[in-house]
């Protein structure tokens, strides 16, 4: 029987080098650089990349289990985020999203499936 609770957990470190960390979940290790628009290296991803990549990941594994779920033969997945950041924003904190696209490409299954899939995703 699965766990009832699952408690994900990752840490993020500085690593010395301006704008470059260090993020870890178990024993994965991802390197994360602001971008060289606010100082950074720009090399690795940025935390807004990852903070989508979680977002995408979270809707692409949802709509396999809710295929799997309804034995429908989902064939393939692909879930597209596209984030928008105003530089010249003037605010307090940090640089936020302006607007975010959340887009949904399944295919092996109907219209209306897929819509009903999507629909459950933004429930949750």
């Given at each position: 029987?699965?766990?009832?609770?699952?408690?994900?957990?990752?840490?993020?470190?500085?690593?010395?080098?301006?704008?470059?960390?260090?993020?870890?979940?178990?024993?994965?290790?991802?390197?994360?650089?602001?971008?060289?628009?606010?100082?950074?290296?720009?090399?690795?991803?940025?935390?807004?990349?990852?903070?989508?990549?979680?977002?995408?990941?979270?809707?692409?594994?949802?709509?396999?289990?809710?295929?799997?779920?309804?034995?429908i033969p989902l064939k393939h997945v692909e879930v597209?985020?596209?984030?928008?950041?105003?530089?010249?924003?003037?605010?307090?904190?940090?640089?936020?999203?302006?607007?975010?696209?959340?887009?949904?490409?399944?295919?092996?299954?109907?219209?209306?499936?897929?819509?009903?899939?999507?629909?459950?995703?933004?429930?949750?």
């Amino acid at each position: 029987m699965a766990e009832r609770y699952i408690r994900p957990r990752v840490k993020t470190v500085s690593t010395g080098i301006a704008g470059r960390h260090i993020w870890t979940a178990r024993h994965n290790h991802v390197v994360i650089d602001d971008s060289m628009a606010h100082g950074g290296p720009g090399d690795a991803p940025g935390a807004g990349e990852l903070f989508l990549a979680g977002i995408t990941g979270c809707a692409t594994l949802m709509m396999e289990r809710l295929a799997c779920a309804a034995n429908i033969p989902l064939k393939h997945v692909e879930v597209n985020m596209e984030g928008v950041i105003d530089t010249e924003a003037s605010r307090e904190g940090p640089a936020v999203f302006e607007s975010a696209r959340l887009e949904f490409v399944l295919a092996g299954i109907s219209q209306a499936q897929a819509q009903q899939f999507v629909d459950t995703y933004k429930r949750h």
